[in-house]
T-cell receptor
């Protein structure tokens, strides 16, 4: 059963910021929020993860709502290479990683 | 260490034959996962290991599928008596304890059953 809800697809213009939403209203206190992406013809790629606080790395930022029931992956300046399926996944230390359908991000030149 | 590697990258086999895939995880990663992915779908969980122990196998997986990780390092996934429906990309991933760390995926093995 999917524990997260994401839009099926989104579009964004090149060189603009992208905000990818994820709802996870049943998140437990020990669940981490993970984001992966899958470029065409490649295996999934780890993007970022967090627990309670917002997180930044060289690829993206993760903004986590105060009640942790939603989060947003932020790509600060989208490029054509960011076109991919983005997966939001909840996982705790003892869990396997289960993928949902993700959000297909289209980048318009 | 260059990441998770899978071998072979491509495999074409005749229906009814057995196939075996290998996955070499990132060294010191104690978790290892196998997934299957068909066109247009997200990766489907098959099984995972912590060190050499197989923690779970998907109920969707038939008895023709078996995986091993004998010394807690590399892993093999065997499919016996392959069927056309087994045609897919088979992905392997490894991680430290997953909640607090991301998983890293290999490029996959593409299986075509003819």
């Amino acid at each position: 059963d999917a524990k997260t809800t994401q839009p099926n697809s989104m579009e964004s213009n090149e060189e603009e910021p992208v905000h990818l939403p994820c709802n996870h209203s049943t998140i437990s206190g020990t669940d981490y929020i993970h984001w992966y992406r899958q470029l065409p013809s490649q295996g999934p790629e780890y993007v970022i993860h967090g627990l309670t606080s917002n997180v930044n790395n060289r690829m993206a930022s993760l903004a986590i709502a105060e009640d942790r029931k939603s989060s947003t992956l932020i790509l600060h300046r989208a490029t054509l290479r960011d076109a991919a399926v983005y997966y939001c996944i909840l996982s705790n230390r003892d869990d396997k990683i289960i993928f949902g359908k993700g959000t297909r991000l289209h980048i318009l030149p | 260490d260059t990441g998770v590697s899978q071998d072979p990258r491509h495999k074409i086999t005749k229906r009814g034959q057995n196939v075996t895939f290998r996955c070499d995880p990132i060294s010191e990663h104690n978790r290892l996962y196998w997934y299957r992915q068909t066109l247009g779908q997200g990766p489907e969980f098959l099984t995972y290991f912590q060190n050499e122990a197989q923690l779970e196998k998907s109920r969707l997986l038939s008895d023709r599928f078996s995986a091993e990780r004998p010394k807690g390092s590399f892993s093999t996934l065997e499919i016996q008596r392959t069927e056309q429906g087994d045609s897919a990309m088979y992905l392997c991933a490894s991680s430290l304890v997953v909640g607090a760390a991301g998983a890293f995926f290999g490029q996959g093995t593409r299986l075509t059953v003819v």
